[in-house]
């Protein structure tokens, strides 16, 4: 069985982009549609708001053509957290879309974020 595609800007957020160079050279990706963006308008839940945007925090290589995968992850979180008892289906299904959207914990590992302590080169100038 083939393994999936990465997409560019998630091999640039886990830099395997630098890792592997060549692979990512010549790659022809679709143009970014833009960041994921406040959750829809049909999400009426708080639990599936505050979920769209945990998920839009915790992974930040989503754009705007992934809503749709977004959205089903916030309805099975929602849903596994406003049940009184564990539904298996609901966790399976969040668990595939998870994987889907490269935040699994094996590609978490993968991923560095920049240091929030990075210095603006224009201090030099204006210190």
């Given amino acids: 069985m083939a393994r999936p595609r990465v997409p ?3 091999a640039i957020a886990t830099g395997r982009v630098l890792h592997d160079p060549k692979r990512f050279k010549n790659r022809k990706e679709p143009e970014s549609t833009g960041p994921l963006g406040p959750p829809p308008s049909w999400m009426k839940k708080k639990e599936q708001k505050d979920s769209w945007e945990t998920f839009r925090i915790e992974i930040p290589w ?3 053509s992934h809503r749709a995968l977004v959205g089903i992850a916030c309805v099975a979180r929602a849903n596994l957290m406003s049940e009184a008892e564990f539904n298996v ?3 399976n299904l969040l668990r595939q879309c998870l994987g889907q ?3 699994t ?4 590992t993968k991923v560095t ?8 080169p224009s201090d ?3 210190s």
Avoid: C, T
């Fill in 113 to 120: 974020m920049p240091n929030d302590e990075v210095k603006d």
């Fill in 62 to 64: 989503l754009q705007k």
């Fill in 89 to 91: 289906r609901m966790a």
């Fill in 8 to 10: 560019k800007i998630r």
């Fill in 101 to 103: 959207m490269g935040a």
């Fill in 124 to 126: 030099k100038y204006f």
């Fill in 105 to 108: 914990p094996a590609d978490s």
